[in-house]
């Protein structure tokens, strides 16, 4: 098993920036592959982003393409997402997911989750 702790929300100004982080221990981070989710109020929790397990490979909700990056650090057990040029509409919780498989985008193949984090965007 893998446990998740999320951090780095808060509240920002539209079009500021946000660097979330999602520390990892337990098992072996890099048998995973990793993804952020987010969920707003009243919404079903969407995919975000999500990086296979070495990291060569990403994948992007078309929603987010060239404002957010997500990264890992298999050496300190971290995955990052950098958020750039917020919008309103990115208000939501954030979380973090890991899942054996590829890198799915469906919320149903992630077993383990972190907490997750808040990001308020004001504008």
């Known amino acids: 098993q893998v446990q998740l702790v999320e951090s780095g929300g808060g509240l920002v100004q539209a079009g500021g920036s946000l660097r979330l982080s999602c520390a990892a221990s337990g098992r072996t981070f890099s048998d995973y592959a990793m993804a952020w989710f987010r969920q707003a109020p009243g919404k079903e929790r969407e995919f975000v982003a999500a990086?296979?397990?070495?990291?060569?490979?990403?994948s992007y909700a078309d929603s987010v393409k060239g404002r957010f990056t997500i990264s890992r650090d298999n050496a300190k057990n971290t995955l990052s997402l950098q958020i750039n040029s917020l919008k309103p509409e990115d208000t939501a919780v954030y979380y973090c997911?890991?899942?054996?498989?590829?890198?799915?985008?469906?919320?149903?193949?992630?077993?383990?989750w972190g907490q997750g984090t808040q990001v308020s965007v004001s504008s």
């Open positions: 997911a890991a899942s054996s498989g590829y890198i799915p985008t469906n919320p149903g193949r992630y077993p383990y």
């Open positions: 990086i296979t397990r070495s990291g060569s490979s990403l």
